[in-house]
């Protein structure tokens, strides 16, 4: 297929084209602003890390100047997302969602478990901060999911780990197999039902996120990212 340079003619019409797509890069790579933030509702918020994570999974991310990015953010945030996700090194939120500087608030922790420290901070980030959407990501073959199957004590750790067994218990019900971390699609179902509850405990922890959902300008989503393919597929 023909390129826009190639149908294009040359001199005036071809300084025109480049113009175009230097200004269009340059707005993917803007900053967010305040009413960048505003303008966006909790759908618009999503669709653009559905796009995000599109562009990673096909390899077309974003190529950002990012020390331009820093300079712009310097005087204040505006991210429209709060990405919850497990401390995996192989789910880094800002890659995977081809998101960069000043777009994304992101709270990491073992099992992307909810505590009252994740609530406070999704409260800061929602209310006080005017981010739009929660994304509580999960993601296979997560080592804390498969330490709270097999029962794993480990000092403080072990805290974090029981906070996944109500996700095993659920997942346990009806479920053939060995219901150990060697049954990767008992692994995976935990996950995913981790997910979900997380994303429930944070409307059942906090009456500000609860009111921010309630009433439209806050949605929470959980979602499940694979390691072995990038994607991110969302729970809704």
């Keep these: 297929m023909l390129s826009r340079r190639h ?3 040359s001199g005036a019409a071809a300084a025109s084209l480049l113009w175009f797509d230097r200004a269009s890069a340059a707005d993917q790579c803007a900053a967010p602003t305040l ?3 505003a303008a966006l509702n909790p759908d618009d918020a999503l669709a653009k890390l559905k796009a995000g994570n599109e562009r990673f999974v096909s390899r077309s991310m974003r190529n950002c100047d990012l020390i331009e990015q820093v300079r712009a953010t310097a005087g204040g945030q505006f991210p ?14 800002e890659l995977v969602f081809d ?8 709270a990491r922790i073992a099992g992307n478990v909810i505590n009252d420290d994740i609530v406070g901070s999704s409260e800061f980030a929602t209310k006080l901060s005017g981010a739009k959407l929660i994304i509580v990501l999960g ?12 029962n794993v004590e480990f000092g403080m750790l072990t805290g974090v780990l029981a906070k ?5 218990e659920e997942a346990s019900k ?12 008992f692994v995976q179902k935990v996950a995913e039902e981790n997910a979900r509850q997380s994303a429930h405990r944070l409307t059942a922890s906090s009456a500000v996120l609860r009111d921010l959902a309630t009433t439209g300008q806050l949605k929470i989503v959980p ?7 990038g994607r991110v597929t969302f729970l809704e």
């Design 7 to 9: 149908i294009c003619c």
């Design 35 to 37: 009413d960048r933030q």
């Design 80 to 93: 429209s997302s709060l990405v919850i996700g497990c401390i995996d090194s192989r789910v880094p939120p």
């Design 99 to 106: 998101q960069r500087i000043g777009e994304i608030f992101s």
């Design 139 to 150: 993601h296979s073959e997560c080592g804390a999911i498969k330490g709270a199957i097999d």
């Design 164 to 168: 996944i067994k109500p996700a095993i």
């Design 174 to 185: 009806g479920a053939p197999g060995s219901r150990t971390s060697k049954d990767k699609d």
């Design 223 to 229: 979602a499940m990212h694979d390691v072995a393919t």
